[in-house]
């Protein structure tokens, strides 16, 4: 328990670059919310290409939303906007394997 006799649980964010991959361990109040708990981790000041309003967030690969408190044990994971739409890279895959 937090001093105060509040409740925390304990969680890890979880977010990779095409270099590294960072998963940073702490402890939060019980209902803080996914937005909160990832401000906390100071991941943001570490990659701050990082938006929240536009890249999707998770817990163990099931999307979930800003506003979900996560549980003692979850990993949140930010997820990386993709660089191509897979519908157009399997075109672009598909046009040269004809040239």
């Not at 803080?32 to 890249?55: E, F, H, K, M, V």
């Amino acid at each position: 328990m937090e001093p105060g006799g509040n409740a925390s649980v304990a969680i890890r964010v979880a977010y990779a670059t095409r270099e590294e991959q960072v998963i940073i361990e702490l402890s939060v109040p019980d209902g803080t919310t996914i937005q909160d708990a990832i401000r906390r981790s100071g991941i943001l000041s570490r990659y701050p290409d990082i938006d929240l309003r536009r890249q999707g967030v998770g817990v163990f690969g099931q999307a979930r939303a800003l506003d979900y408190c996560p549980r003692t044990g979850d990993r949140i994971e930010i997820y990386r906007r993709l660089a191509l739409d897979p519908k157009e890279a399997r075109r672009k895959r598909k046009n040269k394997s004809f040239r």
